[in-house]
Nanobody, 121 residues
């Protein structure tokens, strides 16, 4: 249903772009987003976007550095990550859920496979 790609290794201050392609079920009413999980930590919200209105949401930890966007025709959501920091190192998961606001972990109906992002100092 959700296929994530684009993780890898970057240096601090560098950039990476993640992609999440949706297939199968219609996601026209879904919020799409990204979560991440570092070793020994809980999965946390990174960004989300509403499919229809395109409203975006970010936690303070990534605001101004990360940008979530979508391509409706391709049913793909992107996460552009700039000014990366070592603390951004985690497995990143794309997600979809019925949400009209920020996508919470409790609203997620679909998870993509994780993609590793490693930021070296």
């Amino acid at each position: 249903q959700l296929q994530a790609s684009g993780g890898g290794l970057a240096q601090a201050g560098g950039s990476l772009r993640l992609s999440c392609a949706a297939s199968g079920s219609t996601f026209s009413s879904y919020g799409m987003g990204w979560f991440r999980q570092a070793p020994g930590k809980e999965r946390e919200f990174v960004a989300s976007i509403t499919w229809r209105g395109g409203r975006t949401y970010y936690p303070d930890s990534v605001k101004g550095r990360f940008t979530i966007s979508k391509d409706n025709a391709k049913k793909t959501v992107y996460l552009q990550m700039n000014s990366l920091k070592p603390e951004d190192t985690a497995v990143y998961y794309c997600a979809a859920g019925l949400s009209s606001g920020p996508l919470t972990i409790y609203e997620v109906d679909y998870w993509g496979q994780g993609t590793q992002v490693t930021v070296s100092s």
